[in-house]
């Protein structure tokens, strides 16, 4: 097998729908983010996006998407926004990690979100963990029994919110998606302020990030669509959500609030509303994504194992990861790690 290093678009058509028949015949690259879309759309804003086609005996058997970096480092595609990544392949088509990267003409490629049934990193992984889902494959109705069933009182305590936000807000009613661009800026305004608010990292700060968030709205193709989802009171926006379908699989990803209403929980109302109509759009499966979250918790019932690390070839490039690895082990066994965080933001500031 070889591997022929291309952007995004110079990829044939007949190479995407070979990209989009392996999708179909290998359930774990349902998520959105393994469509050839999610990386031709962050592909037409960001220059380092690359794909490394895999061939054998003159045939394309696998993708395995990537950014390149400076010095040979490598990391999936859309970085901080990817939620899912690895190799668009057959289970058996590839077996050595290290030769696929080395062939791609990466020293390393880091992911954190990599797929685990991809056992050929399995020596290359540094920890694991769950991305949480919903799966409405029997129906809304008998998940929503369940949920009663393991957490009545929490549940119970948040449709009381939603009748308080309605005898305060006006009459509620759910869009599943809206193609109006105003509200995506509103929701786009929302989490940036979300972000501010709660003192994370604001990838809003970014335009390619922006553009990618507007690009994904936009498509509406067959393997692929942006969802931007309404929570409306009295016809206004409270909620909104932005995520990504394909197939029967949805994911979510950008969600966020009016911040007058948080005490109404209007995220979480949206979010129940969200699964009920996207069942009754033919979603099966509905991707929470990773992170430890109370609500998470609550409205899961299955979960994908995804994992972390870092593939590396003999290399400089190699031995500078390995090196910052063990630093940050190293922080993080002492106790320093908020004082060299707070090091790190006043030397960005000068």
């Given at each position: 097998?070889?591997?022929r290093?291309?952007?995004p ?15 179909r ?15 031709t759309?962050v ?17 394309a ?12 480092a490598?990391?999936p595609?859309?970085?901080m926004?990817?939620d ?13 990690a ?6 791609s ?19 290359f ?21 369940g ?30 998606h ?22 994370t ?16 709205h ?6 692929f ?18 995520g ?17 209403l948080?005490r ?11 699964a ?9 499966i ?5 992170g ?7 409205l899961?019932?299955r ?6 690390g ?13 090196m ?27």
């Amino acid at each position: 097998m070889i591997a022929r290093v291309v952007r995004p678009d110079a990829l044939s058509g007949s190479e995407l729908a070979q990209w989009s028949v392996i999708r179909r015949d290998v359930p774990s690259l349902a998520s959105p983010y393994f469509s050839p879309m999610f990386t031709t759309i962050v592909g037409s804003v960001r220059e380092d996006v690359r794909v490394a086609v895999l061939e054998a005996d003159g045939h394309a058997v696998g993708f395995f998407p990537f950014q390149l970096g400076a010095f040979g480092a490598g990391w999936p595609v859309g970085a901080m926004l990817s939620d899912y990544h690895g190799v668009i392949a057959a289970p058996d088509a590839f077996h050595d990690a290290r030769a696929l990267i080395r062939d791609s003409g990466l020293k390393t490629w880091e992911f954190d979100h990599l797929v685990a049934a991809q056992t050929a990193f399995e020596p290359f992984e540094q920890s694991r963990w769950e991305s949480q889902q919903i799966d409405l494959r029997n129906g809304f109705e008998p998940y929503m029994t369940g949920v009663d069933k393991a957490h009545g009182p929490w549940l119970r305590e948040l449709r009381r919110k939603g009748r308080k936000l309605e005898r305060e807000g006006g009459e509620l009613s759910f869009q599943l998606h809206s193609d109006d661009p105003a509200a995506l800026e509103t929701l786009l305004r929302w989490k940036s302020e979300q972000f501010t608010r709660t003192g994370t990292v604001n990838l809003l700060k970014h335009d390619w990030v922006r553009e990618v968030l507007r690009k994904v709205h936009a498509a509406q193709s067959a393997d692929f669509q942006g969802v931007l989802s309404l929570l409306l009171a009295d016809g206004q926006p409270v909620a909104a959500h932005l995520g990504m379908r394909s197939g029967n699989t949805l994911h979510y990803w950008f969600p966020s609030y009016d911040p007058a209403l948080a005490r109404c929980s209007p995220g979480l109302l949206m979010l129940l509303r969200l699964a009920e109509s996207a069942q009754r759009a033919g979603v099966d499966i509905f991707d929470l994504g990773t992170g430890d979250y109370d609500y998470k918790r609550r409205l899961s019932n299955r979960a994908d194992v995804l994992a972390k690390g870092t593939v590396e070839t003999p290399s400089l490039r190699a031995a500078a990861v390995r090196m910052r690895r063990t630093a940050k082990g190293l922080i993080r066994k002492t106790g320093i790690a908020p004082r060299v965080r707070l090091l790190a933001r006043m030397l960005r500031s000068r």
